[in-house]
């Protein structure tokens, strides 16, 4: 749809509108960043999320409690987020024995998210938000809503670190020296 379609009046709407939506994140997350203040993954939900696992059932995150755990928000879409999967997953197979779990939280539909699945497997669990993956991560501190985004949790469920954009192999190994396991 061209600018063109909407009349003078509505285009001043959609563009004070967009331009209070950006205002808004931006100030939050200065606020955040200025008071040193962290959005604790209790009170953002995180726990109480139930997703959809692509092999049917739900994944429930509070069942995730307890040891250290890397979240990542991804999407079949994004290329960076597929780029990084296959690092996630070799984090996760040289660490869960160690106490550390990952879980993926894909932001897409069942079907595509199977199909992704289909022919690049992972050995951690997912999860499908669908499209309301974004808001969570909005929620969890990344005021853009981009992807991909990943937490970190130490054992006692509070965020260690948060991380907008691919992750490299450096901030797994930072995170899996820094953050105790018990």
Request: proline content about 8%.
């Amino acid at each position: 749809m061209s600018a063109r379609m909407f009349s003078p009046a509505r285009r001043g709407v959609l563009l004070g509108a967009g331009a209070v939506a950006l205002v808004a994140g931006s100030g939050s997350a200065w606020w955040l960043r200025r008071t040193g203040a962290s959005v604790p993954a209790e009170s953002a939900g995180l726990w109480a999320l139930q997703s959809e696992r692509p092999e049917g059932g739900t994944l429930p995150m509070a069942g995730f409690r307890g040891r250290p755990l890397l979240v990542n928000f991804w999407a079949p879409w994004c290329p960076p987020c597929v780029e990084e999967l296959p690092m996630i997953d070799a984090f996760f197979r040289q660490h869960a024995p160690n106490g550390w779990q990952v879980v993926g939280l894909a932001v897409d539909k069942p079907a595509a998210v199977q199909k992704f699945l289909g022919k690049t497997p992972v050995g951690f669990p997912v999860g499908i938000l669908g499209l309301t993956g974004l808001s969570v991560v909005k929620e969890l501190g990344n005021a853009a809503g981009g992807l991909p985004f990943t937490l970190v949790l130490d054992a006692t469920g509070h965020v260690a670190e948060r991380k907008i954009g691919q992750i490299t192999p450096q901030d797994l190994q930072r995170w899996a020296t820094q953050i105790s396991v018990s």
